[in-house]
């Protein structure tokens, strides 16, 4: 079986965005598992573009982190191993606290108020069992605060970090008995910011972190360490 037989040819237009974007939603979902190895004259043929416009994709999501080059081998999905995610997951404490310094700062109270409105679509999602949304509503959160920090580098860090943890919740998504545990801290964090207590919401958005990450890897399939999956290039 063809595993890229199921992608529509694109419009030229804006011809590196619509490769990346497809290729990009297509790791994150699973579709092309962690070590597959990329043809660009199949991908490029199934997409109807010339190979340019792959070349400049693949770049792309080197820089991001979803594929890597391996000598011998050529272009293969960045594998998804415990220390990968123990790294990604670090970095990103690291990062969340920093915004999160800045942001207290300088969020008014009519700033935090939206964050109500996500964490109760967040329970909406959670009760009708929808993963997939409620991940995107879960980093949306996240986002805002990133956001409100005004700062651009963190923001723009914090948009690499993203994929990577979309990618980690998307395929290893069994990290929560149900799904409202999502929620978790959420509430209390926002209340902490109203209160303006720096060193309360930092407590709370640390553990809410390592939380996450602790049930990440609680549930962590020990053959994705080392199993090698199916190359692009296998014969149908």
Not at 3 to 19: A, G, S, W, Y
Not at 119 to 141: H, K, P
Request: glycine share 4%.
């Amino acid at each position: 079986m063809n595993t890229l037989e199921h992608l529509q040819r694109i419009e030229p237009r804006t011809l590196k965005e619509n490769v990346t974007g497809i290729l990009r939603q297509l790791i994150v979902e699973g579709t092309l598992p962690p070590g597959a190895e990329f043809n660009q004259a199949q991908i490029a043929e199934q997409l109807g573009v010339s190979r340019g416009p792959i070349r400049e994709a693949l770049g792309q999501l080197e820089q991001e982190g979803l594929l890597q080059s391996v000598p011998y081998k050529g272009v293969v999905v960045t594998p998804l191993t415990r220390q990968y995610v123990e790294e990604l997951y670090s970095v990103r404490t690291a990062l969340e606290l920093l915004a999160l310094d800045r942001a207290l700062d300088r969020m008014t109270d009519a700033e935090i108020d939206p964050l109500d409105t996500v964490v109760e679509e967040m329970r909406t999602v959670a009760r009708s069992g929808d993963l997939v949304r409620l991940v995107e509503i879960d980093l949306q959160f996240h986002e805002y605060l990133i956001a409100h920090s005004h700062h651009e580098l963190a923001h723009k860090l914090w948009l690499t970090l993203e994929v990577g943890m979309r990618r980690c919740l998307r395929t290893r998504h069994r990290i929560y008995t149900f799904l409202d545990e999502v929620v978790g801290s959420h509430p209390t964090l926002i209340t902490a910011l109203r209160q303006r207590n720096k060193p309360l919401a930092k407590q709370i958005l640390s553990d809410h972190i390592a939380e996450s990450l602790h049930n990440l890897l609680a549930n962590w399939p020990a053959e994705t360490e080392e199993a090698a999956s199916p190359a692009l290039t296998s014969p149908s």
